[in-house]
């Protein structure tokens, strides 16, 4: 076998084809500007969305770090198809550290003004089906760093020092909408109320408002999340909220009185049971109420060693009992604190609220079925770490790491738009890996016949050309 000599019209990377049609098709660079304003003195160089894009861009590609962008840079099929100019990692990082406040906030009203636009050229089954419910879920996830000159952040609870992305994303559509870099040691919860504002304020109103109609316009959070100031803000915009809560001793005691007969089969989730019970916690908006799931677990199967996160879902006494031999089984058990109305609710006897059988369209097993599927949002957190650039935070300089986390954020929200107006998820919306692997890196010859550029992919690549034919259908960006 021979090395030939490099032949400087192959590409990595033909997908960024579509990525560039996809930013021109929804004006992503404009709304990027025109939300986000100048950060520099003079009209020259790459803008604020160019950069956003470009990093964006560099980590759909598979870059973790800004030195990627260099990598990038040098190959042909990105030089030569992007939309926006390929910068080197040294003015990106220039550029990022002229972010302030007014401009952060201005990216997430560029989000708002692209998520309009892109919900506006979907199918019309498709935007009726986002009408009909739309939840905001509200998580975060730690990103650990080393070295001890990053600014921004701080030792966690597991003794990592980390920065802490929080995020609110729009479940339904797979898209995050506000987000704000913490240090690891604070506290998400006195920010909450404002993150979920300004969430909610990024969906389109048209959307929101047939939500609202349906009373379909939903919160969902974990509990670190469990505060009643994030209720009153949720009931303040119209929506309802469930929240995971506290195993407090309150708790337990609500749990304790539930009747035996009163326990009926979750959904989907073997050898666990659903109950609701008539408590709320102090300070919580009236309606409120608690549902409760437990699952059977057997005794020999609980871990001795008392870090275990599973026994602190147990109740103490059957705890104890259980591991001494004395019962077979104990109960691994979960709260959520809601105003959702439920058809199967018990009836309130301390209030005059009608929670009997007409105050809900859903039953209690449907709840809490529909709370488990906040994992929707840490499905984006996930492809914001691995399938975007989130698994690292590559700057001494906090608010280069905070466009840094948006331009992650922007490559998720970009991958499910290419993925969502093509139709090419009908079967399940690929992940970034998956999606480089179909799309965006596959190899191809880059050719130019006078101004005509084209591109020559490998047999059976086909995938490429038919995302290209659909995004040209789009209506033209208004």
């Keep these: 076998m021979r090395v030939g000599v490099p032949d400087p019209s192959l590409t990595g990377f033909s997908g960024v084809a579509a990525v560039a049609e996809l930013v021109d098709r929804l004006d992503v660079v404009g709304r990027l500007d025109r939300g986000i304003g100048s950060i520099k003195s003079r009209d020259r160089g790459a803008s604020a969305g160019e950069l956003l894009v470009a990093m964006a861009q560099s980590q759909l590609l598979g870059a973790d770090a800004l030195v990627g962008l260099d990598r990038q840079r040098v190959d042909v099929g990105v030089s030569e198809l992007s939309a926006v100019p390929v910068l080197a990692s040294t003015t990106a990082a220039g550029l990022a550290r002229r972010f302030g406040p007014r401009q952060l906030a201005g990216v997430e009203a560029a989000v708002a003004d692209l998520t309009g636009r892109a919900v506006a050229v979907l199918p019309p089954a498709r935007r009726a089906g986002l009408a009909s419910a739309v939840t905001v879920d509200l998580d975060s996830t730690d990103v650990e760093v080393y070295g001890s000159k990053k600014q921004g952040v701080a030792y966690n609870y597991a003794g990592q020092r980390a920065g802490r992305p929080h995020l609110g994303t729009w479940a339904e ?12 040691n604070q506290d998400v919860r006195p920010r909450a109320a404002g993150l979920l504002r300004r969430a909610l ?19 969902r959070a974990d509990s670190g999340y469990f505060t009643a100031d994030l209720a009153h803000a949720a009931l303040e915009q ?17 749990y304790a009185g539930i009747p035996e007969q009163a326990w009926a089969p979750a959904q989907r989730m073997s050898g666990a049971q659903v109950a609701a019970v008539d408590y709320a916690p102090a300070g919580w908006p009236p309606g409120t109420y608690t549902i409760v799931r437990r699952v059977r677990i057997d ?18 006494g059957q705890l104890a009992l259980a591991l001494e031999g004395a019962a077979t089984h104990a109960y691994a058990v979960s709260f959520i604190v809601t105003n959702i109305p439920a058809n199967d609710r018990p009836p309130d006897t301390d209030t005059d609220t009608d929670t009997g059988p007409a105050a809900g369209v859903e039953t209690i097993t449907g709840l809490e079925a529909w709370f488990r599927r906040r994992t929707d949002i840490e499905d984006r957190i996930r492809e914001a770490k691995l399938g975007a650039g989130l698994a690292h935070l590559p700057s001494g300089h906090h608010g280069v790491n905070t466009v840094w986390m948006w331009a992650a954020l922007l490559a998720g929200n970009l991958s499910v738009l290419l993925q969502a107006l093509t139709l090419i998820d009908t079967h399940g919306r690929a992940h970034g890996a998956r999606l480089r692997h179909d799309l965006l890196c596959v190899p191809a010859r880059l050719s130019r016949h006078g101004r005509q550029l084209t591109l020559r992919l490998p047999p059976g690549r086909e995938l490429l050309p038919q995302v290209l034919a659909r995004l040209r259908a789009l209506p033209t960006t208004a």
Excluded at 211 to 216: G, S, T
Excluded at 299 to 316: H, M, V
């Design 173 to 184: 559509a797979g898209l995050s909408m506000a987000a704000e870099l913490l240090a690891g």
């Design 201 to 219: 304020a990024g969906i389109p109103e048209d959307v929101r408002a047939q939500a609202r109609a349906r009373d379909r316009l939903r919160v």
């Design 238 to 254: 119209g929506a309802d909220f469930a929240v995971a809560a506290k195993r407090n001793t309150a708790m337990w005691r609500a």
């Design 299 to 316: 005794a020999d199967t609980i871990s001795l060693d008392p870090r275990s996160r599973r026994r602190r879902t147990i109740e103490a």
